[in-house]
């Protein structure tokens, strides 16, 4: 069986690199989904609380048959729940959602700077709860810019394990990248494939092309070799096990200098700016 490989978190933790996100799949559909990505062989699942399916994930690692301790599960804080008070109210949900005694990476959506009265350092230090009462492994960031960042650091003593960032060949999101790597921050990439978008580009195709790979296995296995920890969504069972195949074939240097030039800045941007994204709900 393929081996992912392992990425070892500042707390002394492991992260599988590779894993399998649940973003905008149905409730209804997720179950079966986590069952069979576990069935390939995935022991990476990253959800979150306004993924709304997080008892669906729950049943599906239970509907495997796989071990608990085999895999590696991580969800994120609903935009809504940033008063520590909710954010402790929230978590336990998560837990009893997921039907888990204890997660392994629970992190901060969004910053939401413009939100809470620009407050989200008194949200971090009730995650840190979390991580020292041991119901989550480790403890994390997602969509935080540096300054946000230099924030958790003067004011907090736990450096985030993780930040979870837009990346992909578009939007390579180098600054945020080098912040997370000179703090000993692992750099999970979200939207990897950018939603599909990046999947009809002619560099890619004709690498895809010289290979025998799909041009999803191109861009999956560029982030690999960048270091950064995936987890590429998919309902369709054939692109799931394509997915997890990027282990057999290497990029060579110009072929990895090729991909990154296809940067556009933000312009390349899927998702929003985290320095202006405010929504609550
Ligand atoms: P991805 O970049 O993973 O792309 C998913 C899309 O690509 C789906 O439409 C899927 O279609 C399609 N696809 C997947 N594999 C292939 C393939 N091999 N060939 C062709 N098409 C393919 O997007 P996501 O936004 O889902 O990002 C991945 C994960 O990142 C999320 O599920 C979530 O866990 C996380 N995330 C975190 C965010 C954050 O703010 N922290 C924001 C966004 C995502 P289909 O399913 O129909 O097969």
Redesign the pocket.
Known sequence: MTQVPNITLSNGNTIPQLGF????IEPADTAAAVRSALEVGYRHI?TAQMYGNEKEVGEGIRDSGVPRDEIFVTS?LNNKFHEPAAAREAFATTLSDLGLDHIDLFLI?WPLPTQYGGDFVSTWQTLIEFGKDGRSGAVGV??FQPEHLERLAAETDLVPAVN?IEVHPYFPNESVRKYNNDHGIVTEA???????DV?SDPVINQIAGQLGK?A?QVVLRWHVQRGDVI??????PK?VQ??FDLFDFELDDATMRAIDALDKGVAGRR?PDPDTFDWVG
Do not use: M, Y
Request: no cysteine; charged share 15%.
């Open positions: 996100g649940v973003f905008q990253d994120k959506h997602s969509n979870q979200w939207s990897p494939i950018a939603q599909g999947l799909s999803a987890f590429p969504k998919s309902v369709t692109r394509e997915n998702g």
